[in-house]
């Protein structure tokens, strides 16, 4: 309520004489919050709340004015007052992408999310986003025997098993660092999404880097959140795949490579998935994605169940939930 206050303040500064109606709007896994601010001519925007001593606004606003200038639709910043932590942005309503879709609509709606995604891969360069690498890779990774077996599980992995996963890590690693790099979302999904014009609107882009290409592809359609069947997926990829070879992005000639390294993506970002949600629940107390952790499991069953390389995660995790999986590899 304190910091509510203080943005009803900071507001009153920015707009004399009235007195701005604030209602939640959203937050997120982090410390930030979202409120949209109404004033009484109908004017709203959004307000940002990120408490100094644990978010860093800068990232926001450098990563908000790299993605407008590859004319993709972000909240524009309007004001800011890094001392307190808020910004005040364009508002993008409040239709989500997870809100909105349906079997009928869910073809455009993707399409025209792959579209702003080429748009902002075009626009990479080296050296402008941290880069997406071994050593992040590799902590995120981490995150899965930390929160998600130890923690979630209260389970303590044998040498055999710790070495066993340490493998599979080893074969991920070298797939993703190996992939073409351009500037990576990290969470281009449907609670990141909004229904707007021009389609899409991009929220939540402030941890963005420079990465692997098949990263937000693989956060677009194995999405934590909602489920799409393989055969569907399949097809919004190649036509990604279509699109991005026209637009000269570093992707593989040949499709098949390119589908290996979207899946392969796919475990790196599942593993870690599985992780944070995790410690969302035991470290933060935020229940609500105890539900989707067996959507993230069955992508990492499926994609472990079809290259050789993963069966020792497949085994892995039969001991960790007592369970069988029959194999067959495909690939």
């Given amino acids: ?56 606004c800068h990232p926001f606003i ?24 808020f910004l005040l942005l364009t508002d993008l309503g409040d239709a989500t992408y997870l809100s909105a879709l349906n079997p009928v609509n869910a073809h455009p709606l993707y399409m025209d999310a792959i579209d702003a995604l080429i748009q902002i891969q075009r ?67 449907s609670r990141n999404l909004m229904v707007t014009e021009p389609n899409p609107g991009v929220l939540d882009f402030q941890d963005a880097v420079f990465g692997p290409v098949t990263y937000d592809l693989v956060s677009l359609f194995k999405d934590a959140y909602i489920a799409w069947d393989e055969e569907t997926i399949l097809d919004w990829v190649i036509r990604y795949w279509e699109k991005a070879r026209r637009a000269d992005l570093p992707v593989p000639a040949d499709f098949g490579e390119f589908y290996r390294d979207f899946e392969w993506m796919g475990m790196q970002r599942h593993l870690k998935v599985l992780g944070i949600f995790a410690r969302l629940y035991h470290r ?48």
């Fill in 284 to 331: 933060d107390g935020k229940e609500s994605y105890l539900g989707n952790m067996p959507l993230v499991l069955d992508y990492v069953r499926r994609t472990a169940g079809r290259y050789r390389e993963f069966g020792p995660l497949l085994q892995l995790l039969d001991e960790l939930h007592g369970s069988q999986t029959e194999t067959g590899y495909t690939f």
């Fill in 123 to 189: 626009a990479s360069q080296p050296g402008v986003l941290p880069e997406y690498d071994a050593a992040l890779l590799s902590r995120e990774l981490q995150l899965f025997p930390d929160w998600y077996i130890a923690q979630h599980l209260g389970a303590t992995l044998s040498d055999e098993q710790s070495r066993r996963l340490q493998t599979v890590f080893t074969h991920l690693l070298d797939n993703n660092l190996a992939q073409g790099r351009v500037f990576v979302h990290r969470d281009y999904h």
């Fill in 62 to 85: 450098h990563v908000a004015e790299l993605f407008a200038a590859a004319d993709v639709n972000v909240p524009r910043v309007l004001q800011q007052d890094l001392a307190q932590g």
């Fill in 1 to 56: 309520m304190q910091r509510q206050q203080l943005i009803q303040s900071w507001l009153i500064t920015l707009f004399p004489g009235t007195s701005p109606v604030l209602t939640p709007a959203s937050a997120d896994a982090s410390f930030r919050r979202y409120f949209r601010a109404t004033l009484p001519n109908g004017d709203h925007y959004i307000v940002m709340d990120a408490p100094p001593q644990y978010e860093d």
